[in-house]
T-cell receptor, first 108, second 118 residues
């Protein structure tokens, strides 16, 4: 059974900092990996999808990387803003197994 | 873009009531939909995989007689929480993938249903 771990569980940074969120998974035989953000009490917003054949995807200030062989993905957020404050979740595979998330706070 | 509609967004009802939650893919067909549950300050836990025209596949520890799933068409899956009790209070979210665009497509999520059992 796929196990997904996200580190750190919580992160607080001042506005403007670049930061990295980590996601690791135990079964490297995956089709894809998807990063989401979730605001308190809300549903999920898809951020980036990385196919198993890809190494990274970029969207604006976000860059996600994937290293299947080591079972790792990172989400890089450049020039963080208070509006980036949310919980970030990674989900792995066709049946979308989720990590516990990283709760990010960006202080103005 | 692809949209998944989930209804209702919030339910408050008495213990013992059965509650039905609908998940619709609005502009694509979904052979498979997924149902998740999220308790406060926890991540999403996959409950079951809903397969169009066949029985759902439940995760270990999820009671299939408690959480009835019906996927009668390519655009609709329903989750019925039967005889709900306070411990069933949670945030339920569904997701679907556009079957017509191959397996490597993003999952699209509904906005979730917050279920509160008194």
């Amino acid at each position: 059974k796929q196990e997904v771990t996200q580190i750190p569980a919580a992160l607080s940074v001042p506005e403007g900092e670049n930061l990295v969120l980590n996601c690791s998974f135990t079964d490297s035989a995956i089709y894809n990996l998807q990063w989401f953000r979730q605001d308190p009490g809300k549903g999920l917003t898809s951020l980036l999808l990385i196919q198993s054949s890809q190494r990274e995807q970029t969207s604006g200030r976000l860059n996600a990387s994937l290293d299947k062989s080591s079972g790792r993905s990172t989400l890089y957020i450049a020039a963080s803003q208070p509006g980036d404050s949310a919980t970030y979740l990674c989900a792995v595979g066709n049946d979308m197994r989720f990590g516990a998330g990283t709760r990010l706070t960006v202080k103005p | 873009g692809a949209v998944v509609s989930q209804h209702p967004s919030r339910v408050i009802c008495k213990s013992g009531t059965s509650v039905k939650i609908e998940c619709r893919s609005l502009d694509f067909q979904a052979t498979t939909m997924f149902w998740y549950r999220q308790f406060p300050k926890q991540s999403l836990m996959l409950m079951a995989t809903s397969n169009e025209g066949s029985k759902a596949t439940y995760e270990q520890g999820v009671e299939k007689d408690k959480f009835l799933i019906n996927h009668a068409s390519l655009t609709l899956s329903t989750l019925t929480v039967t005889s709900a009790h306070p411990e069933d209070s949670s945030f339920y979210i569904c997701s679907a993938r556009d079957r017509g665009r191959g397996s490597n497509q993003p999952q699209h999520f509904g906005d979730g249903t917050r279920l509160s059992i008194l």
